[in-house]
């Protein structure tokens, strides 16, 4: 049965290795006023921002640039949106990794209101966002948070009062995401490793979603095929290869698309919790939660019985991209559940303790966590057995 | 390996039973002067067309109605647009089957030129549009051409020197699409078995287009399977059913985004030219076609050999779909083949000379065929036979 369901827009998307040089025309198409946001460094030294600037130059476009480093506070935002609010800014393009993308997102959405972005932010502000904003293209450099498909910017504010909340509107979806896979063979091996669980976790998530319909299940399962076929490699020796980065890139941005259509789970409401707390890597978060999360919610609709058997029979299905020939839907967990694990210290990701999280923030921690649209409920000695396994 | 490719937008989907309701809150966002553009019969019949009406006076819109019967002609979208030019439309709707939705999609984008459509014609004219238009929502009542999510209107002149060509631009694609299974119910078997073909070949040609991609064959796996299990309930006990007529519309709705991005083939290229010259709706030159085509691409693909490999294993892929069981792709493709044959059978669907087209006229039909992205290439010869066999 097909569900009712809506499913937002998706940008006009432009993938290829090399595909950055269509960049110069297709801004153009917006105007002349360009403000491009990237981050600090990586593309600074790889001389990728002088190319991009000269060719900008070349096409006799007036544009700023302004590189911003971590995760975008509202600070950080309403600054560069003081900074550029009387440039008649025409257009905004990001060039950077997740957080360079929520930042051009947000600021491309802010660049008309005259107040603070944390007046907008779902469950900080109390004003809602109308949507009017100025013409945004993104351009990833990392393959993970599938930001370029994606109508929300995630902003944060670190500390015991902190939070790591949404800008949201449909109208915030990018009206392109320019994806060239060649923009990620410098991204080394920790970061992919992150990202890439990022975007691994946010498409079981929307898989196994409560709010999953027929559309978001094709495409989560297309982007995990991918992902299982080629994460570890992207993350070692195929690396440099444009092959395996566009695999993986292609499977982020289907983890964008799905996201905003089926909405996510437990892992993302831990992870939403843990980076208002601390200065931690959003990747990092997903990537080290991923088996414990897993192997939680299996048990979990193991015991609820037939109200779980859409959840149980979907992670089954991701279980059988890892199992050659033909099994029970319990041996297609098991094995899950095995390469999650052995993944998890393959691409060494990082306990949480390595961040200065101890027991003792647990609780704190499980009290600003919601369940999302996770497959099944939890109570709060699951979701804390989740965060221990992984201090 | 994935291909580099670009993606077009798709629109806001709002897709369920009931969901007609969302309608009118949701056509207020554009402005008061809506023009709703239905078919002459069936939405006045059952009585919804006062319902739609009604619903809009009680939301305080301005709104016009104009009905239309058949295939959008040059003539009829200039008559429309004249007189409708100076009303200030914020917002065109239509409401109904394929011909409507393009002739909404046609005047939505000619409201702001001041000549003849004809002018920017694919292959008529010698303008190009720029893509100005007014906002565009499409409700369809049919399940087939999938247009309510694609970029181009089909606008069609039919005699001697007729055509059948597109209106086409990145912006033409609606703002959103409706898509309310409930309005299809009262549609009657022949045309929702011209439709269903119609958006059962769109699927397959864009799945083995020469220009497919991950996702469009995502998507067009997963339209498949839902033709595959409901069109032949469809089109007889299964017509008053939400669940059947909404796996239908969904695959159908899947058709138009894959076709938009991956394009079409062989059967496409005939019923242009068919169309072009002869009075027979388009679902039933696509569906009459679709055995006979299939079958002689097959036969080109093994006799090219490796080159048509990709082609050959995606036939199979589709030829599993009415499969239990394992088998060799030749087994999947004799499958293939055998289903389309009696499905044409069963879903009664007229030969070519039904509407008045003789062995004289095949010599003319095939110097306007184009191949399009069909994954083998035809000779003449082989398009004829396919054409003979059907008349």
Request: with cysteine.
């Amino acid at each position: 049965m097909i569900p009712s369901f809506n499913f937002t827009r998706i940008p006009q998307i432009i993938f290829g290795a090399g595909k950055l040089h269509e960049l110069y025309d297709f801004a153009l198409k917006f105007g002349k006023n360009i403000l491009i946001i990237t981050g600090k460094k990586s593309l600074k030294e790889s001389g990728k921002m002088d190319e991009i600037t000269s060719n900008m130059n070349n096409k006799s476009v007036n544009s700023f640039h302004c590189s911003i480093s971590g995760e975008p506070s509202p600070t950080l935002i309403d600054e560069v949106v003081n900074n550029y609010r009387n440039k008649n800014i025409d257009l905004v393009i990001s060039i950077g990794g997740g957080s360079v993308t929520d930042a051009g997102k947000a600021v491309s959405a802010m660049l008309s209101k005259h107040d603070s972005i944390k007046n907008y932010l779902e469950g900080v502000g109390n004003k809602t966002h109308d949507g009017t904003k100025i013409p945004f293209i993104a351009v990833p450099t990392t393959s993970g948070t599938g930001s370029e498909a994606t109508k929300n910017a995630v902003i944060s504010e670190i500390g015991p009062n902190g939070f790591k909340k949404s800008l949201r509107h449909e109208n915030f979806i990018p009206e392109v995401a320019l994806i060239d896979p060649q923009l990620m063979i410098s991204c080394p091996p920790s970061i992919s490793a992150a990202c890439g669980m990022d975007a691994f976790t946010q498409l079981i998530e929307a898989y196994v979603s409560t709010q999953g319909t027929p559309l978001t299940d094709a495409l989560a399962m297309n982007g995990m095929k991918y992902i299982s076929q080629n994460l570890l490699s992207a993350c070692s020796s195929g690396g440099s290869s444009i092959e395996v980065r566009a695999s993986i890139a292609y499977a982020s941005l289907l983890s964008g698309i799905t996201l905003a259509n089926a909405g996510l789970g437990i892992i993302h409401g831990l992870a939403s919790a843990i980076g208002g707390l601390f200065d931690i890597p959003h990747g990092v978060v997903c990537g080290t939660l991923l088996a414990e999360a897993t192997k939680m919610n299996i048990k979990n609709l193991n015991e609820v019985g037939y109200g779980g058997k859409g959840g149980l029979r979907k992670y089954g299905d991701i279980g059988k991209l890892f199992f050659e020939g033909e099994g029970k839907n319990e041996v297609y967990h098991s094995r899950l559940i095995e390469t999650l694990e052995t993944w998890s210290k393959e691409l060494k990701l990082e306990r949480l303790g390595k961040y200065g999280i101890t027991a003792e923030d647990v609780g704190s921690i499980i009290e600003r966590t919601g369940l999302k649209n996770n497959p099944v409920n939890l109570n709060k000695s699951d979701i804390k057995e989740i965060v221990l396994n992984r201090l």
